[in-house]
């Protein structure tokens, strides 16, 4: 390979297509801008093989449930169990055997843009899924917790087909009409429940950011309906709204 322009190398290893004759031309090429260019492809092809390790390592208990004869196996996953206002959302998910998204992890230790990017290619290449929203006036009603299930419970009933293998992030849901596993820590442990809190975190953010436009008073999309400073100074100026929790405090305290 003739030695090329600095620009000519950058365009090459973003190509990856590197043969081993070339990949030894660079290595012997002395200019400092080369060899640069060399160390941070050497650190982004480090950071691929992790991400790769990462996504072969949940994949374990999809492995483990085709191997025992599944079929459609489903991830489950909830968000926003914690805020003041706002719904609790669950999204269920079957993703085809072969599927494949380096990166995926547990939607809050993805950032944004990436979150929403691939809750989109989520969508487009599961089997199927189904995300489910509880608001908070039945949460007040009959608790958290049990909201929580029942958001799990309508996000699988929504699936078509239906599964007949379940992965649960920790909760164990009674009277399921198949087999299933709680898994704790299961967002970042199982692609399938990974995926599934991928669609209900991007899901709920969309609602609270649209919640926002009518009640702007409150930060909601910002801090997704979470008891932060501004959300709390927006309480104390302009009151409860119809989307706050007044079984939780401190709006319980406003509202008597």
């Not at 449930?65 to 996953?77: F, L």
Request: hydrophobic share 40%.
């Amino acid at each position: 390979m003739k030695k090329q322009s600095i620009a000519e190398i950058k365009e090459l290893l973003n190509e990856d297509n590197l043969t081993t004759e070339n990949w030894e031309v660079l290595l012997q090429d002395e200019r400092k801008g080369v060899q640069t260019l060399i160390q941070s492809y050497q650190r982004k092809k480090e950071r691929e093989k992790l991400l790769i390790n990462q996504f072969t390592a949940m994949q374990h208990y999809e492995k483990k449930a085709y191997t025992n004869g599944a079929e459609k196996i489903a991830g489950v996953d909830e968000v926003g169990r914690g805020p003041l206002a706002g719904p609790v959302v669950a999204a269920a998910v079957i993703l085809p055997e072969d599927f494949r998204l380096i990166g995926l992890n547990d939607s809050k230790k993805l950032k944004e843009d990436v979150r929403e990017a691939y809750s989109i290619y989520i969508k487009e290449h599961a089997v199927s899924y189904h995300i489910s929203f509880i608001d908070n006036q039945t949460i007040d009603a009959i608790n958290i917790y049990q909201a929580t299930k029942k958001a799990m419970y309508e996000a699988l009933e929504g699936l078509d087909p239906s599964p007949d293998h379940v992965l649960v992030d920790a909760v164990h849901l009674p009277g399921l009409h198949c087999s299933q596993e709680a898994i704790i820590k299961g967002d970042a442990s199982s692609i399938s429940i990974a995926a599934a809190s991928v669609l209900a975190k991007v899901a709920r953010d969309q609602f609270m950011k649209e919640l926002n436009k009518e009640y702007p008073g409150y930060d909601f999309d910002k801090n997704m309906g979470y008891g932060t400073k501004a959300h709390l100074e927006g309480l104390n100026q302009f009151g409860v709204t119809p989307y706050h929790r007044t079984s939780f405090a401190p709006i319980k305290t406003l509202v008597k």
